[in-house]
Antibody
């Protein structure tokens, strides 16, 4: 069955960096676009970034553009989100999600909590 | 960016009664080349990831009970739960995937009256 498992969350000071990983299994990872979606405490869902199946095309929310970088290793079925210059408003549970044929999200990981605090 | 606005923000419905959540898009989500509306609905319970309920505005995801239905086209959409069950208490979100940045509604909290 499809499984997405995030890791790498934790507590980090403002301005520092963190790298999130998402390990995929149960499907042909290299055939799907992948996304990160976050939910800040007390807030709604916010789409963060996408990467195409082949890693060539990427897109980011304005709130993270220039600070976050998304990559993938199709040989290892792994998605990576490098988060630099973290701010307090980046505090959220981060979910990786598989993009279906038109980028709705049928499969989600359980999420990993990122807390940006001094 | 496409702005998604849900109404109401919260809703209390008696068990067995109908619950209706609305979602309005600031732009048309109907793609003329394939006549599909790029609109999805999700359910999220505390401590869990979102669950896809509906895509293409009205197609029910596999395994979703048939009391959940989606309707609408263009800029106005509705999620209907025909007979509310206790396990339906959750937050509900609409999402447009017409173009990036993909955007969600602010969420509707559904409770039992």
């Amino acid at each position: 069955q499809v499984q997405l498992v995030e890791s790498g969350g934790g507590v980090v000071q403002p301005g520092r960096s963190l790298r999130l990983s998402c390990a995929a299994s149960g499907f042909t990872f290299s055939s799907y676009s992948m996304h990160w979606v976050r939910r800040a405490p007390g807030k709604g869902l916010e789409w963060v970034a996408l990467i195409s199946y082949d890693g060539i095309n990427k897109d980011y929310a304005d709130s993270v553009k220039g600070r976050f970088t998304l990559s993938r290793d199709n040989s290892k079925n792994t998605l990576l989100l490098q988060m630099n210059s973290l701010r307090a408003d980046d505090t959220a549970v981060y979910y990786c999600a598989r993009g279906e044929n038109a980028d709705f999200f049928a499969y989600w990981g359980q999420g990993t909590l990122v807390t940006v605090s001094s | 960016d496409i702005v998604m606005t849900q109404s109401p923000d919260s809703l209390a419905v008696s068990l067995g009664e109908r619950a209706t959540i609305n979602c309005k898009s600031s732009q048309n989500l109907l793609y003329s080349s394939n006549n599909k509306n790029y609109l999805a609905w999700y359910q999220q319970k505390p401590g869990q990831p979102p669950r896809l309920l509906i895509y293409w505005a009205s197609t029910r995801e596999s395994g979703v009970p048939d009391r959940f239905s989606g309707s609408g086209s263009g800029t106005d959409f509705t999620l209907t739960i025909s007979s509310l069950q206790a396990e339906d208490v959750a937050l509900y979100y609409c999402q447009q995937y017409y173009n990036t940045p993909f955007t969600f509604g602010q969420g509707t909290k559904l409770e039992i009256k």
